[in-house]
């Protein structure tokens, strides 16, 4: 069950906040960088189905050490809440990896250094450099938890591998995830496992494709 388990960790990584740059038009006020960010949590309540834990070997240097750059149509900074909003055709990048939705708000501490939480809202959808793809209605990153969590008909899929479920909780310092079913639908996963020969064939693959790695405007959606 290791590939759910890489299904839904490998998210993180696109939703986890660095130095964003952001592009707007012009008339937009400038925010300040969103510093990087990094991992502690914990939590597990009645009626929660738990799915196998995420692998943090997902979160490697090279994705964290990396910039974020976020375009949209308009860009509004409140100093005194710390607040930095995002609207309009949102897309965050990270290393080939994106983020789009309508709506994406920055809290910032009171120095305005450092990210506490970020709220994602509207056709959130998540593409990995790796072609792993996740939607729901709202996505939010809790750095105090240390926990991203995909609310609103969350999926997960690769391929023909997917989990599904009303909220897909991430805990960034547990190595565990949890998805958990609505009143009206109970979580689904789904998982092919491959046998040698096709596991063979993918790793001679490989030799050959390892340093080529997709962006997500190659991925199927």
């Avoid at 990094?38 to 939590?43: D, I, L, N, T």
């Avoid at 005194?80 to 897309?91: A, C, R, S």
């Avoid at 479920?165 to 109970?186: A, H, K, N, Y």
């Avoid at 092919?192 to 962006?215: F, L, M, N, S």
Wanted: with cysteine; charged share 30%; aromatic share 4%.
């Amino acid at each position: 069950m290791r590939g759910l388990a890489t299904l839904v960790g490998t998210l993180v990584i696109a939703t986890l906040p660095a130095a964003a740059t952001a592009q707007t038009p012009a008339k937009a006020a400038p925010a300040k960088p969103a510093p990087r960010v990094e991992a502690p949590a914990k939590s597990t309540a009645p009626g929660e189905t738990p799915a196998p834990a995420m692998s943090r070997k997902a979160q490697t240097k090279e994705d964290r050490g990396q910039p974020v750059t976020v375009d949209a149509d308009k860009m509004e900074r409140f100093g005194k809440e710390g607040l930095v909003v995002f609207t309009g055709n949102v897309v965050a990048r990270q290393n080939n990896s994106v983020q789009y939705a309508d709506r994406m708000e920055v809290y910032l501490d009171e120095r305005g250094d450092r990210i506490l939480r970020t709220v994602s809202t509207g056709a959130v959808r998540i593409i990995t450099r790796d072609c792993r793809t996740g939607t729901a209605r709202r996505a939010e990153y809790h750095d105090l938890e240390q926990r991203v969590v995909l609310l609103g008909n969350a999926r997960v899929w690769q391929e023909d591998n997917v989990v599904s479920g009303e909220t897909i909780t991430i805990f960034l310092s547990q190595d565990r995830s949890v998805v958990q079913g609505g009143r009206q639908e109970r979580v689904k996963a789904v998982f092919y496992q491959k046998d040698d020969k096709q596991k063979d064939d993918k790793a001679k693959d490989g030799e050959t494709t390892a340093a080529v790695r997709p962006a997500p405007a190659t991925c199927e959606n």
